[in-house]
Structures are given as structure tokens and as C-alpha cells.
């Protein structure tokens, strides 16, 4: 029967073709608007290592003087070196990794190519495996070159694509910030979305292109960037660099711990040493110890924009508006025939086939609508890449997107079906026959 119906919907749509466009063009204006910011906000809200993020843990505590303390504060948000240098000798987690963000000069061996800068991450050996990082050729650094300070390197397929014309580099030589490092591995594609393992820096941005051994970024006082707290003017020397013992946070640390148990065990390891430090006078204010998951820190920070939650939310009340215009139009539709009604009554429908028949209508109604809403989304989306956000160029439409869009077109068209359904099963056939 329901062929039966849409073959009657397709007939209803010829003879009323411009209540019908009008009720496509309300339709697909509220799906294109919706999809669009639906789609942004999926990206960006999105699980950025599944795999494992309830895996991954982000610890924080506060080591900052009591000046301008007040009850209640949040821990800080990164962590000293003194204290990421401690928890990465104690190994109390599966893997662990400190990390920073920086920029260095880059400049072919070859002297083909005009120096430039690329964005850099000075961290340790456990960040590859902790992260599932992919590799196109060799692999990490091991523990030992953190140990030795080593002058080793991991960089992006993209920069070895520019300086080694995407071959195997392994082994080659990096002249970067007028130091010779060697090249022991290239990365394959990975861009996590969000960049949750530092979200002090464009959280959106795709991952840096050169990768160096944290501790010999110190020894090389390679430059940092990203979000510094210092609590005395004692923290860095005139080149940037922070010492062990500088009042400063300014290090993303992060430990993978493999089961439950684990978790509470850390936990705890986090309030013993806290406990020892404020023993011995380094830290002044309450303790306060967090640990948060993947997700849990991407909520925390607000990793979405509240721009585009909002755009959203004005966007899913613009397709209600577009919605209740519809009701009004599929009405006024469905009204126009009750004849036509009567006489299917009378000649036996039920009230029951009446109601599936025109709900049918409605959501042929919403399929036109959804195929014309999909073209506007992707209008509305090339719009969004067009725009200055670091997370524009991410604004592509997938298949989750694609199924939702015209899932939505269908659901939104049958329950503005669902009144005039309703209406036209209501209709007397008596009343009218004795009108013809």
C-alpha cells in the first residue's frame, strides 16, 4: 500500500505544484540551515581517539603560591617542570608523556628552499605508542635518546613531502634552528580532531610538523610557544626557557593507565605526592588533584566553540519555524480535498488508511525537501571553509552527516504531517457527499 500512496503523493504534487514547492523550499531551508551547523558541531565534538580515550588521562594539581588564591579554584590547567619531571621518572602509568608546543626554522640540506618556520612538539618517547600515532616510515625515538638528550627527530609526511619529495627519509639529516638533527621517522596521516593532547594552542590546527626529544629541546633552548603561568618574576631567562625549578606552569603531561584499578591507584599516587610537596613547603594552597579523561578535558576546556553551539540551537529553531509553516500549508493542502476524502470514505477507506495515505504525502514531501536541503547544507558548509576559524577547513560533510540529513527531513516532515493526518481522517464522508 505504501507504493500505492506515493504514487497518489507524486499525482497530489502535480496538481498543486506551487503549495507543494512551497512546502519542499520551507523544508529544505530548515534542513540545509540545521545540517549545517549540525555538522560543524559534529566535527568538533566528536571522540578524537576512540580507540582509547578512556585510556588517556590528563592529571592536574596546584603548585601556585597562595597570591590571589580564592577557595574554590580550579587546579591549574598545566603543569611545572619540576612536577612533569618527577612524574615521568616515577612511571606510575603504562606510558606517560610531558609535552610543549614550539616553532623552528626549517631549511633544506640542499639550499633548494628559502629557510622557513613550522610548528614543533618537544616531548617524549611514550607520546607515539600512548597516542597510536601512524608512521609511513621508521618509527619514535626509544627512551634511552630521551635519556641521552639525543639529536634525533620525527617529522610529518607533509614537510618530508616538501623536503625529500615524500620518499623514505630515515636516516637523512634535518637542519632545523641551526642544529643537525637525525631523521628516524615520518608520520603517516593524523590529524585527532580536536588537538586534545594541547589545547593551548589552535585546538583545530593540524598536527606540528617536526617532533623533537623534550629534553633536548631544553639542552638546545629551542623556542616554545602556548599559554604560560608564572607566579614570580623569576620564571624564564631572557631566551624563553624554563628551568626545572622556574614558579611557572607551562607543560602538558599525560599517562595512559589500562583498567579501573589503575586509575584509582594513580589517583592516589597524585595525592601522596602532593601531600610530600606541601610537606616540604613547594606548594602552598589546598591540595587539589584532578584527572580527567579524554572527553572529561575536552568538557572541561570548552572544546567546542559557544559560537557554534549557539549557531546550532538558532539553527534547529529557524527548521521549527520552517516546520510549523509547513503544518500550516499541508493543511490548507489536505483541507482543499476533502472531497476527494469523502468519497474514498464512502466507498470504504478507513479512517486508518486515510491517516497512513496522507502521512505518506508528508514524507515524500520531506524527501524532496531533504535532497534540496543536502545541496544547501553543502552551499552552507563551503560557506563556513571560507571563513578565517581554524576549524573551517574540517567543515565536510560525511556519510553519518549525509544518512542524518535526510533521516531528519523525513522525521521533521511526518510530524508536521501528523496534525493535517489527523485533520483529514477526521473528515464525514456524509457531510460531504450531500455537498457534490
Not at 608546543?101 to 628559502?114: H, R, S
Not at 593551548?200 to 638546545?220: A, C, G, I, K, Y
Not at 479512517?351 to 553543502?378: D, H, K, P
Request: hydrophobic share 45%.
Amino acid at each position: 500500500m505504501i507504493g500505492y500512496y506515493f504514487n497518489l503523493a507524486l499525482r497530489s504534487f502535480g496538481r498543486n505544484k506551487v503549495l507543494t514547492a512551497l512546502m519542499v523550499l520551507a523544508i529544505a531551508l530548515g534542513i540545509g540551515a540545521s545540517m549545517t551547523t549540525l555538522t560543524v558541531f559534529h566535527i568538533l565534538s566528536g571522540d578524537p581517539i576512540p580507540q582509547k580515550s578512556d585510556k588517556l588521562f590528563y592529571p592536574r594539581m596546584d603548585p601556585r603560591s597562595m597570591r590571589g588564591f580564592t577557595p574554590g579554584d580550579d587546579p591549574a590547567e598545566q603543569m611545572s617542570r619540576f612536577d612533569a619531571e618527577a612524574l615521568l621518572r616515577d612511571k606510575r602509568g603504562d606510558r606517560q608523556a610531558v609535552m610543549t608546543g614550539g616553532n623552528v626554522p626549517v631549511e633544506a640540506a640542499d639550499g633548494k628552499l628559502q629557510p622557513f618556520s613550522v610548528d614543533a612538539r618537544y616531548t617524549t618517547a611514550d607520546f607515539f605508542p600512548m597516542f597510536d600515532v601512524p608512521f609511513r616510515y621508521g618509527s619514535a625515538w626509544n627512551p634511552a635518546d630521551d635519556e641521552a638528550r639525543a639529536k634525533v627527530v620525527v617529522i610529518s609526511s607533509a614537510l618530508n613531502e616538501k623536503l625529500f619529495g615524500g620518499g623514505n627519509s630515515v636516516g637523512k639529516t634535518l637542519l632545523a634552528a641551526n642544529h643537525s638533527f637525525r631523521i628516524v621517522g615520518v608520520l603517516d596521516e593524523w590529524r585527532p580532531t580536536p588537538k586534545f593532547y594541547d589545547l593551548t594552542n589552535d585546538r583545530f590546527s593540524e598536527v606540528e610538523q617536526v617532533f623533537v626529544p623534550f629534553h633536548t629541546s631544553r639542552v638546545l633552548k629551542l623556542n616554545t610557544q602556548g599559554n604560560v603561568d608564572c607566579w614570580d618574576d623569576t620564571g624564564s631567562d631572557e631566551e624563553g626557557t624554563y628551568g626545572v625549578n622556574a614558579p611557572c606552569v607551562w607543560l602538558q603531561y599525560w599517562v595512559e593507565l589500562g583498567s579501573a584499578d589503575k586509575v584509582k591507584a594513580y589517583r592516589q599516587y597524585l595525592e601522596n605526592y602532593v601531600s610530600q610537596q606541601r610537606a616540604a613547603g613547594r606548594f602552598e594552597r589546598p591540595a587539589n588533584v584532578r584527572l580527567h579523561s579524554v572527553m572529561e578535558w575536552l568538557d572541561d576546556q570548552n572544546a567546542v566553540p559557544g559560537d557554534v553551539r549557539l549557531q546550532m540551537w538558532l539553527a534547529f529553531g529557524f527548521l521549527m519555524v520552517c516546520l510549523l509553516n509547513t503544518v500550516g500549508l499541508l493543511l490548507a493542502k489536505f483541507m482543499r480535498r476533502s472531497s476527494e476524502i469523502g468519497v474514498r470514505r464512502a466507498l470504504g477507506a478507513s479512517r486508518r488508511e486515510i491517516f497512513s495515505q496522507y502521512l505518506v504525502e508528508a514524507g515524500t514531501i520531506g524527501i524532496a525537501g531533504g535532497i534540496a536541503g543536502l545541496g544547501l547544507a553543502l552551499l552552507g558548509l563551503w560557506a563556513v571553509r571560507q571563513q578565517p576559524a581554524g576549524y573551517a577547513e574540517l567543515a565536510h560533510l560525511d556519510v553519518t552527516m549525509l544518512l542524518t540529513t535526510f533521516v531528519l527531513a523525513l522525521v521533521s516532515s511526518v510530524l508536521a504531517g501528523l496534525l493535517p493526518a489527523w485533520r483529514a481522517m477526521q473528515i464525514a464522508p456524509a457531510i460531504q457527499l450531500k455537498s457534490q
